[in-house]
């Protein structure tokens, strides 16, 4: 054991037994190179101080790239086996996984047992709506399970910073955390002070899938967030239109001229566009006129942490 995890672990004990005692998590302890940490699920759970085999959702990964941390301690994936059939809708994670090492283990909401009590895991780390309460249950029978959410019944993907923060509190780099935000708000900042040109630009962001183009409207996905950030606008005929329980709505072929603003950001999950990019309207549109269109990688829809500066790039390249 560690001196410094000696520490925690007296610190933590005189702490539990004074009540007016301050600056400790009471959600969490330290007890010889374990720890106990406070789950989603309503349970404490007590996990290794330094998990060596961890088996984490996709979204938690990418909280993890995001936190510098040493990821070959990441055993294994939900969600990577989607990735690996087309590494290209999000091409550093993947390459990240690969480098970890990393097995695929089924998608969060349906895993693959086999491939996980293959990988023998220290602890398995989910965000709360990646998951269910099922099979949580039958994830506990391989290694001690913790779930995180975030606030204000919003998705893990749509509130990277509450899910990074979630994240870092399992792992234990809280501090890691507010660094990286604190990085990525200093560059959003930096960069609006650069070009007040910008104020009152108009973006669209959307995808198109399997012959449809979607808009994701406010808060919806981490494309949606970034671009807020930075000040852009919505094109009034989006504000104005109705939006489904997820933050977005459909636009018909024949209602392109929805898609119409300064910017589009498109995620192409598709090998071609020329459904869209053929039809007469498109061409009508500003954005189209100017070259000012961005087929963009999934990471636009369901990125978290690590993505977030992706996403920043994207759009920094896109807009100077």
């Not at 984490?56 to 790239?65: A, K, R």
């Not at 099979?135 to 998705?155: M, Q, S």
């Not at 369901?302 to 100077?320: N, P």
Request: proline share 3%; net charge negative; glycine share 6%.
């Amino acid at each position: 054991m560690r001196f410094a995890d000696r520490m925690l672990a007296v610190v933590a004990g005189i702490c539990l037994g004074l009540s007016g005692c301050s600056g400790v998590n009471a959600s969490e302890t330290h007890i010889s190179g374990q720890r106990e940490v406070a789950s989603a699920s309503g349970k404490t759970v007590t996990i290794p101080a330094h998990p060596q085999r961890m088996v984490v959702d996709w979204i938690t990964f990418d909280n993890l790239i995001g936190l510098d941390l040493n990821l070959a301690t990441v055993a294994g994936i939900f969600g990577l086996d989607f990735f690996e059939k087309d590494p290209e809708l999000s091409p550093f994670m993947t390459a990240k996984a690969r480098e970890a090492g990393a097995k695929a283990m089924g998608e969060a909401f349906e895993p693959r047992y086999e491939a996980l009590g293959a990988v023998k895991p220290d602890v398995i780390i989910l965000a709360k709506d990646q998951t269910t309460d099922e099979v949580i249950k039958k994830l506990e029978e391989f290694a001690p399970v913790v779930v995180y959410d975030v606030p204000d019944g919003r998705k893990s993907f749509d509130d990277w910073r509450s899910s990074l923060r979630a994240t870092a509190g399992v792992v234990d780099m809280a501090e890691a955390a507010e660094k990286y935000i604190s990085s990525y708000d200093r560059r959003v900042a930096d960069f609006k002070g650069q070009h007040p040109e910008l104020v009152d630009l108009q973006a669209t962001v959307g995808k198109i899938a399997a012959d449809k183009v979607t808009v994701s409207m406010y808060k919806r996905n981490l494309g949606t967030n970034v671009v807020d950030e930075l000040g852009l606008l919505r094109p009034a005929l989006q504000r104005a239109h109705k939006v489904d329980a997820y933050q977005s709505f459909d636009v018909s072929l024949e209602r392109l001229d929805l898609l119409d603003a300064d910017v589009i950001f498109l995620e192409q999950r598709q090998a071609e566009a020329t459904f869209l990019t053929r039809n007469p309207l498109w061409g009508r549109l500003k954005a189209v006129k100017t070259g000012r269109v961005y087929f963009v990688k999934n990471y636009w829809q369901s990125g978290a942490a690590g993505s977030a500066q992706h996403v920043l790039d994207d759009a920094i390249a896109a807009l100077t």
